[in-house]
């Protein structure tokens, strides 16, 4: 059985800190880890990481796939109130194109 | 843009009504998927279409199943409603086959149970 597992489940920051979230999977032929940021409404696509492409960035937000360690981060610098949100971990695996497994996500509250 | 729309954004139903929750996608996608969250316990996978007609089970499908009659609408039925089926409810779809794309999600419908 494919598994997700993110930590922390919730973290509380001021304003201008930087942030690490994890990810580690145990699944079988691995394809892709995707994160998405949940507010109030639909989940948000952040990155796409696979095989050919183990690191994204964008604005402040950056991730990094370890494909040694089964496992990525993703980095928030200088963060802001707006970057409060669930964050959530999904990877794609095994012989069902496009299914997902998700993580139990983080909470991240960035307090002014 | 990708568009994923669910019909109602907050429904409450009494123990042993038949529910409909409605998905409608409007890119053409071949792929739909439906997830329930729970605090602690992430997005688990209901259901899931690769096409028209076809559906596969996910994780958690007791209790469930689904209908997909034409590509961009992927309806979810709880036959029998139970308490224990209060939750989140979220709708994805994204392009089928090998590509490389994300799925994209709808709001979500909040499902109450009494």
């Not at chain 1, 001021?14 to 079988?28: A, F, I, K, P, W």
Request: charged share 25%; hydrophobic share 30%; net charge neutral.
């Amino acid at each position: 059985e494919d598994k997700v597992v993110q930590s922390p489940l919730s973290l509380v920051v001021h304003e201008g800190d930087t942030v690490t979230l994890n990810c580690s999977y145990e699944v079988t032929n691995f394809r892709s880890l995707l994160w998405y940021k949940q507010e109030k409404k639909a989940p948000t696509f952040l990155f796409m990481l696979t095989s050919s492409g183990i690191e994204k960035k964008s604005g402040r937000l950056s991730s990094i796939l370890d494909k040694k360690e089964l496992s990525s981060i993703l980095n928030i610098t200088a963060t802001q109130t707006g970057d409060s949100a669930i964050y959530l971990c999904a990877v794609e695996a095994g012989t069902s194109y496009g299914k997902l497994t998700f993580g139990q996500g983080t909470i991240l509250t960035v307090h002014p | 843009d990708v568009k994923v729309t669910q019909s109602s954004r907050y429904l409450v139903k009494r123990t042993g009504e038949k529910v409909f929750l409605e998905c409608v996608q409007d890119m053409d996608h071949e792929n739909m998927f439906w997830y329930r969250q729970d605090p602690g316990l992430g997005l688990r996978l209901i259901y899931f279409s690769y096409d028209v007609k076809m559906k596969e089970k996910g994780d958690i499908p007791e209790g469930y199943s689904v209908s997909r009659e034409k590509k961009e609408r992927f309806s979810l039925i709880l036959e029998s409603a139970s308490t224990n089926q209060t939750s989140m409810y979220l709708c994805a779809s994204r392009p089928g086959g090998f590509s490389n794309q994300p799925q994209h999600f709808g709001d979500g419908t909040r499902l109450s149970i009494l």
